[in-house]
T-cell receptor, first 110, second 114 residues
Framework: KQEVTQIPAALSVPEGENLVLNCSFTDSAIYNLQWFRQDPGKGLTSLLLIQSSQREQTSGRLNASLDKSSGRSTLYIAASQPGDSATYLCAPSADYKLSFGAGTTVTVRA | NAGVTQTPKFQVLKTGQSMTLQCAQDMNHNSMYWYRQDPGMGLRLIYYSASEGTTDKGEVPNGYNVSRLNKREFSLRLESAAPSQTSVYFC?????????????FGEGSRLTVL
C-alpha cells in the first residue's frame, strides 16, 4: 500500500518568499505524480503532472521535481503571493489509482 | 465549462438512512473515481471505474456501492448510513486513467450522518 507523507503540515511565510513543499512516498513503482491545490471548502485543482520518466515540470512560478528512485517530489513556488494561500497535495499514481498525502497548508502573509 | 458536477453539495442524514451521491462529467473521460476526505487523513479512494461498464474497489469500499450508469455518470450509494461516513466526498474523472492523465475534481459533497 502506497504511503504518502507531506512535510511540513503547515507553513506561514511573508509575501515574496520562495516556498518549498516536500512529498515522500514509499512505493517507487509509480506512473506519474500530480500536485494539486485545494482552497477551503473547494475541490482540488491540478497544478502539475510529472510523468515517471521526467525529472521536473514547470508552469509559471511553479516547479516540481521528481526523484522516483528515492520516493521524493518537491514543489517550488517562486515569489509567493497572498493568492497562493491554500493546501497543496501530492498524489503519486499506480494501478490506475492516485494515493494522496494529507497536504501542506500554506499561508502567505501580505 | 461544467467539468465534474456533484449533487447534492450538502446533505444531513440520520443513522440508517440511505442516499445516493450523483456525479456527472462532460469531458468525455473514460475513468471516474469517488474519494472521501477526512481531516488530517488526505483523500482515500472508495471506488473507481476505469471505463464504462467496469467498477473496482478502492481503499475504503465498505458501506458503499457504486454504479457507472453511462460514460458520463458515476453514482455512489450509502445503503445504511453510519456516523463514520460523515465526510466530504469528491468525484473525479480522467481521460485515460490515473496512470496516464490528470484528474479533474468536482467541488465536493459534504455529508453529515447524525
Amino acid at each position: 500500500k502506497q504511503e504518502v507523507t507531506q512535510i511540513p503540515a503547515a507553513l506561514s511565510v511573508p509575501e515574496g518568499e520562495n516556498l518549498v513543499l516536500n512529498c515522500s512516498f514509499t512505493d517507487s513503482a509509480i506512473y506519474n505524480l500530480q500536485w494539486f491545490r485545494q482552497d477551503p471548502g473547494k475541490g482540488l485543482t491540478s497544478l502539475l503532472l510529472i510523468q515517471s520518466s521526467q525529472r521536473e515540470q514547470t508552469s509559471g512560478r511553479l516547479n516540481a521535481s521528481l526523484d522516483k528512485s528515492s520516493g521524493r517530489s518537491t514543489l517550488y513556488i517562486a515569489a509567493s503571493q497572498p493568492g497562493d494561500s491554500a493546501t497543496y497535495l501530492c498524489a503519486p499514481s499506480a494501478d490506475y489509482k492516485l494515493s494522496f498525502g494529507a497536504g501542506t497548508t500554506v499561508t502567505v502573509r501580505a | 465549462n461544467a467539468g465534474v458536477t456533484q449533487t447534492p453539495k450538502f446533505q444531513v442524514l440520520k443513522t440508517g438512512q440511505s442516499m445516493t451521491l450523483q456525479c456527472a462529467q462532460d469531458m468525455n473521460h473514460n475513468s471516474m473515481y469517488w474519494y472521501r476526505q477526512d481531516p488530517g487523513m488526505g483523500l482515500r479512494l472508495i471506488y473507481y471505474s476505469a471505463s464504462e461498464g467496469t467498477t473496482d474497489k478502492g481503499e475504503v469500499p465498505n458501506g458503499y456501492n457504486v454504479s457507472r450508469l453511462n460514460k458520463r455518470e458515476f453514482s455512489l450509494r450509502l445503503e445504511s448510513a453510519a456516523p463514520s461516513q460523515t465526510s466530504v466526498y469528491f468525484c473525479a474523472s480522467s481521460p485515460m486513467g490515473a496512470n496516464t492523465g490528470e484528474l479533474f475534481f468536482g467541488e465536493g459533497s459534504r455529508l453529515t450522518v447524525l
